[in-house]
């Protein structure tokens, strides 16, 4: 069974349009962390957010916001007013130190299009 | 230069071919990982080098053969590749490996695409 799940493959948004995308993720760790990253055209994964599975408190940073819900083990990005710029591949991403060591799980990605 | 760069950034090679890939980090790192990231499927962790010791591989074939001088550079010798291995290979950086449960934030390089004929 995949650890994570973002279930929306490719999502189209027109500019200004709010957007979330979803991440569903499986852990029997009790200690573990949520990551975003976004890949442009470019290729490279550029870091978004880190989240340590004790603080639920969402975040929010510009137009940038995030919801943790361990209740539903999910760990959504929404893009608010979103931007050309914005059009890049999204992928949500788990560690469980304490139990797989070094490996990160990253999902599938959403594939996002801001259309002009 | 900054962060983490890859070299070449575009490959094609044959399946009797001998390549390298490079990987510099600009970041003072101790941890340093090569991951493939397919079409439709979650990225793949290869190798795990911490200050250049492989501290792990995840099954990957033989024909994939990392090296790791010292804790700035990071190479992956290919040899003797299948079509399948088509892909983008990331590598990333963190200052040390995660640890009684604390979690490295890995940086990424902008991958090198590789495409086996």
């Known amino acids: 069974a995949q650890k994570v799940t973002q279930a929306q493959t490719e999502i189209s948004v027109v500019e200004k349009e709010d957007v979330t995308l979803d991440c569903v993720y499986e852990?029997?760790?009790?200690?573990?962390?949520l990551f975003w990253y976004k890949q442009p055209p470019s290729g490279e994964l550029v870091f978004l957010i880190r989240?340590?599975?004790?603080?639920?408190q969402n975040e929010i940073s510009g137009r940038y916001s995030w919801n943790f819900q361990k209740s539903t083990s999910s760990f959504n990005f929404t893009i608010t007013a979103s931007q050309v710029v914005d059009s890049a591949v999204y992928f949500c991403?788990?560690?469980?130190?304490?139990?797989?060591?070094?490996?990160?799980?990253f999902g599938t990605g959403t594939s996002l299009t801001v259309i002009p | 230069e900054t962060g983490v760069t890859q070299t070449p950034r575009h490959l094609v090679m044959g399946m009797t071919n001998k390549k390298s890939l490079k990987c510099e980090q600009h970041l003072g790192h101790n941890a340093m990982y090569w991951y493939k990231q397919s079409a439709k499927k979650p990225l793949e962790l290869m190798f795990v080098?911490?200050?250049?010791?492989?501290?792990e591989n995840n099954s990957v074939p033989s024909r994939f053969s990392p090296e790791c001088p010292n804790s700035s550079h990071l190479f992956l010798h290919l040899h003797t590749l299948q079509p399948e291995d088509s892909a983008l290979y990331l590598c990333?950086?963190?200052?040390?490996?995660?640890?009684?449960?604390?979690?490295?934030?890995?940086?990424f390089g902008p991958g090198t695409r590789l495409l086996v004929l």
């Open positions: 990333a950086s963190s200052q040390d490996l995660a640890s009684g449960g604390a979690w490295e934030t890995q940086y």
């Open positions: 989240r340590n599975s004790f603080d639920e």
């Open positions: 991403a788990l560690s469980e130190p304490l139990y797989t060591g070094n490996q990160f799980y």
């Open positions: 080098y911490s200050l250049e010791e492989r501290v």
């Open positions: 852990t029997r760790d009790t200690t573990y962390y």
